[in-house]
């Protein structure tokens, strides 16, 4: 298969295109830099075709992407900054990205007849209650902007395709950019004890991990909407922090705190980012291993 890939500079993105290309498939990477500016390691990103486009041109996005007539678009760029996104002054262009720019994607794949996966998040939801939220739950209320212009791109593939696979994930960590793994080796480096909110629940996703399980779905016509984050129980931030640090050697202190006590967030979060990820066994997928695991592994990878 032909797979067309958006956001490479991105934790998602890099892991999509390594795997993809580890398997066999042909992949072009794109993001808005005009060269590949992710990490610079042994993988095979830096190998594929890359091609620079602004998503949010939608002249530029029909050009570039029926040049390369993919079989598939993976979709992973997005405004991803949830707490600047409640900034008034860009609201206008978190909009563009995460809704217009992810039209204007489906409007070339209706055009040809190719596969959509959408990155979505528990965000659209409210993050109320402790039930675990189902993928195919229309009970969207988001809580800030980001959660609704990311809900906007999902309804922007689900009335425009129907070759499509929308994949909410939360509390991401991979290789590229910043995350809260490498947020709190930083702080547990240089602190003895770390406040961490206790109140607020989910599952990390290792991107390593949700790239394989995008290819899986893209080598099916299994669509519709699912949700992906590693196995291994539901936790707080508080938890996964000691997790972290227990792992990582550091002898720093934890102490749990609740989101009002905590304070400092411009935009709201969700106290409940539980997903229900039933859909992927039920459909023949093999789950994510245990954040657990993925911990360990990424640990690894960054040398801690």
């Given at each position: 298969?032909?797979f067309?890939?958006?956001?490479?500079?991105?934790?998602?993105?890099?892991?999509?295109?390594?795997?993809?290309?580890?398997?066999?498939?042909?992949?072009?990477?794109?993001?808005?830099?005009?060269?590949?500016?992710?990490?610079?390691?042994?993988s095979?990103?830096?190998?594929a075709?890359y091609?620079?486009?602004?998503?949010?041109?939608?002249?530029?996005?029909?050009?570039?992407?029926?040049?390369?007539?993919?079989?598939?678009?993976?979709?992973?760029?997005?405004?991803t900054?949830?707490?600047?996104?409640?900034?008034?002054?860009?609201?206008?262009?978190?909009?563009?990205?995460?809704?217009?720019?992810?039209?204007?994607?489906?409007?070339?794949?209706?055009?040809?007849?190719?596969?959509?996966?959408?990155?979505?998040?528990?965000?659209?939801?409210?993050?109320?209650?402790?039930?675990?939220?189902?993928?195919?739950?229309?009970?969207?209320?988001?809580?800030?902007?980001?959660?609704?212009?990311?809900?906007?791109?999902?309804?922007?593939?689900?009335?425009?395709?129907?070759?499509?696979?929308?994949?909410?994930?939360?509390?991401v960590?991979?290789?590229?950019?910043?995350?809260?793994?490498?947020?709190?080796?930083?702080?547990?480096?240089?602190?003895?004890?770390?406040?961490?909110?206790?109140?607020?629940?989910?599952?990390?996703?290792?991107?390593?991990?949700?790239?394989?399980?995008?290819?899986?779905?893209?080598?099916t016509?299994k669509?519709g909407?699912?949700h992906?984050?590693?196995?291994?129980?539901?936790?707080?931030?508080?938890d996964?922090?000691?997790?972290?640090?227990?792992?990582?050697?550091?002898?720093t202190?934890?102490?749990?705190?609740?989101?009002?006590e905590?304070?400092?967030?411009k935009?709201?979060?969700?106290?409940?980012?539980?997903?229900?990820?039933?859909?992927?066994?039920?459909?023949?997928?093999?789950?994510?291993?245990?954040?657990?695991?993925?911990?360990?592994r990424?640990?690894?990878?960054?040398?801690?």
């Open positions: 298969m032909k067309f890939v958006t956001g490479v500079g991105g934790q998602l993105g890099h892991d999509v295109m390594n795997e993809l290309i580890k398997r066999g498939h042909e992949g072009v990477a794109s993001d808005i830099q005009e060269q590949y500016s992710g990490v610079e390691d042994a095979e990103v830096t190998k075709p091609l620079s486009l602004d998503i949010t041109d939608k002249e530029a996005v029909k050009r570039v992407i029926e040049s390369v007539k993919p079989d598939a678009v993976i979709h992973c760029a997005a405004w900054a949830v707490d600047m996104a409640e900034d008034d002054d860009k609201i206008a262009k978190v909009r563009a990205i995460n809704a217009g720019g992810t039209q204007n994607i489906a409007d070339v794949c209706k055009k040809l007849d190719c596969k959509m996966t959408y990155i979505s998040t528990d965000y659209v939801f409210d993050g109320q209650g402790t039930e675990p939220w189902k993928p195919d739950c229309k009970d969207y209320k988001p809580m800030n902007v980001y959660g609704q212009t990311k809900l906007e791109g999902e309804l922007a593939v689900s009335q425009t395709l129907e070759k499509y696979f929308i994949v909410r994930i939360a509390w960590f991979g290789l590229n950019g910043k995350n809260f793994i490498k947020t709190m080796l930083n702080v547990g480096k240089t602190h003895d004890t770390v406040r961490v909110v206790n109140d607020q629940i989910g599952t990390p996703t290792y991107t390593y991990d949700l790239a394989r399980l995008l290819i899986d779905m893209n080598e016509e669509y909407y699912y992906a984050t590693n196995e291994g129980g539901y936790i707080s931030w508080y996964f922090t000691r997790e972290i640090y227990r792992q990582a050697g550091y002898t202190k934890v102490l749990p705190v609740t989101t009002a905590y304070g400092l967030s935009a709201a979060r969700p106290f409940n980012s539980r997903l229900d990820k039933s859909k992927l066994v039920e459909n023949g997928f093999t789950p994510l291993p245990t954040w657990q695991d993925a911990l360990s990424y640990l690894k990878e960054i040398k801690v």
